[in-house]
């Protein structure tokens, strides 16, 4: 995990400086039904330039997808209500 922040955050860095840098990140996003999902971004010196979409799924992923949809959308709720009450 901290490799992975590390990387993470030396790409924002790089894309702060200007480089058109993309990768996953969970974002607020339209992508589905839930708030926030995590998905292939497009960062740039603005932060967040586009958020891009996942590419077709195969059967097996989207019956995998459906299935998980429920359980991220309860978890997204529980964050925001922590939150909320803090």
Do not use: H
């Not at 740039?44 to 949809?69: C, H, Q, R, T």
């Amino acid at each position: 995990m901290a490799y992975a922040g590390y990387l993470f955050t030396e790409n924002l860095l790089k894309a702060l400086r200007g480089e058109e840098v993309t990768q996953c990140a969970f974002v607020e996003s339209k992508l589905t039904d839930a708030q926030y999902f995590a998905s292939p971004v497009r960062f740039g010196k603005n932060g967040v330039e586009e958020i891009l979409p996942l590419g077709e799924l195969s059967a097996y992923e989207k019956a995998w997808f459906d299935k998980m949809m429920p359980e991220l959308k309860a978890q997204i709720q529980k964050g925001v209500d922590f939150v909320c009450e803090k």
